[in-house]
């Protein structure tokens, strides 16, 4: 299984990206899947969240601004950020869980977002 990671780039602060996350590799269902983030210097933090049933989770920093989708079978995912901030700068990850759920044990390259303040 492979996930690629892409739509990252540099905005300034109230503009709006989107973030793609391309599964394949597999003809398995996924399990949740969700957004990591990881600025220079800090901890790699949980963005969003969304499970094969569509419900969704998010870190409280992005709640009303980001929004987290997938199509059922999870080969693609999405980010739509919107009002982005500076704070917001980071390299964002997608990760996956197997079918069964669990631990994120698959995860993407990587793309990196900037947001000029």
């Known amino acids: 299984v492979q996930l690629q990671a892409s739509g990252g780039g540099l905005v300034q602060a109230g503009e709006s990206l989107r973030l793609s996350c391309a599964r394949t590799g597999t003809s398995f269902g996924s399990g949740a899947m969700g957004w990591y983030r990881q600025a220079q210097g800090k901890k790699r933090e949980l963005v969003a969240a969304?499970?094969?049933?569509?419900?969704?989770k998010y870190a409280e920093s992005v709640k009303g601004r980001f929004t987290i989708s997938r199509d059922k079978v999870g080969n693609t995912m999405y980010l739509q950020m919107n009002n982005l901030k500076f704070e917001d700068t980071a390299v964002y990850y997608c990760a996956a869980t197997k079918i069964g759920g669990g631990e994120y044990e698959y995860w993407g390259q990587g793309t990196l977002v900037t947001v000029s303040s």
């Open positions: 969304i499970r094969r049933d569509g419900s969704t």
